[in-house]
């Protein structure tokens, strides 16, 4: 009986549908960049591993591993000179469950204003600037032994001058954990509804009809912005520990994604571990997609991005009387955008 189990769990995470591209059809996109660089040195395969306070990102019911007041702080230099930042905390609550929060933050530098009159501003010109906001408070609890449910409620928002976006949305996950140690973890993430620019930016001067002479050819009006959909991504995966002699451990994690907006794919990742002291990791993420129903052009974007392998390393240590500290380091490919290299430091009280 669980040979079966064990063979539906791998028909559902290698069993990758038609696969289709949206790309570009979904509002709040920074919600898709991962966070916290074990895991995206991994090759983002983390929905069944997540274990840190970074579970606030992959699967919430992750973070009721964490048994200690935690806090993790993640930065990676993005793209175009944006900065991308996340950071949460979590606090176990015994009997009570385990409490969680977390902030997503999307920033760049002040530019100058251009338009089609004034397209090379002087050096006083005004200015405007962009970004992308998330803030969460995630719950979580163990069910069973074996089994751990999750969610997390976010509010989002999107900006750049005088306009914003702002609206909410919910991600839910569960982690089980078998007799002999296989982890399988499922999540669902962004789950909410659409997000459209609203602000002062849109105002418009209207001539309700230009054939009457001597109207009013300047009333107030605004343009009505398209509101788009979240990225919502369904995540399955597994992961298994494998005991080495002295004091050496090996983690193997696959996870199969389900986006809105993009292919579906397989992600993979692997972590060797020393003493709980020296952690090395590899992955790869578009590790396997279906083509069948895709044209040329979208083949060729999802070869670029599959492009590179993730590689990363981590270092834990006790300070005396103190705080546990691990410090991880991830060098993340993205395409025709060359690598980006992120930080994070994890800190158990």
Known sequence: MRKKIYTAI???????????TNVGTTAASFLEIGAGARSLAMGGAYVSLANDVSALYWNPAGIVS??????????????????YYHGGSV???????????????????????????????????EKFDAGSLAMGIAYAKNLTDQF?????????????????????????????????????????????????????????????????????????????AAKWPLPLMFRFGVSKDFILPAKQKF?????????????????????YGFSDIL?????????????????????????EQQEGITFGIGINYKIPRGPK?????????????????GFSIDISF
């Not at 078998?178 to 459209?196: A, E, H, P």
């Not at 994690?253 to 990742?269: F, Q």
């Open 325 to 341: 500290l691990r410090i991880d380091y991830a060098v993340i490919p993205v395409g025709v955008f060359d690598s980006v290299t």
């Open 66 to 83: 964490v048994v200690r007041p935690s806090i993790q702080l993640y930065h990676a230099p993005w793209l175009v000179d944006t900065d």
């Open 148 to 224: 751990s449910f999750g969610f997390q409620t976010k509010f989002i928002q999107e900006k750049i001058w005088q306009m914003q976006a702002k609206g909410f949305a919910m991600d839910i996950g569960t982690l089980f954990t078998t007799d002999r140690g296989l982890r399988i973890g499922m999540s669902v993430s962004n789950f909410g509804g659409k997000l459209g620019m609203d602000g002062i930016n849109s105002a418009v001067d209207y001539d309700v009809d230009e054939t009457i002479y001597g109207n009013n050819d300047r009333i107030d009006a605004h343009l009505d």
């Open 279 to 303: 952690f090395l990791r590899t992955g790869k993420s578009f590790l396997l997609i279906d083509k069948q129903d895709l044209t040329e052009s979208e083949i060729k974007t999802s070869r």
């Open 91 to 125: 606090v176990p609550m015994g009997r009570l469950g385990t409490l969680g929060f977390s902030y997503t933050a999307i920033t760049m530098k002040e530019m100058l204003v251009r338009t089609v009159q004034n397209p090379e501003p002087d050096e006083y010109g």
């Open 10 to 20: 791998l028909a559902l995470t290698f069993g990758i549908v038609s696969a289709q």
């Open 251 to 271: 983690i193997l994690s696959v996870d199969g994604i389900h986006p809105n907006n993009n292919v579906e794919r397989i992600n993979a990742g692997i972590e």
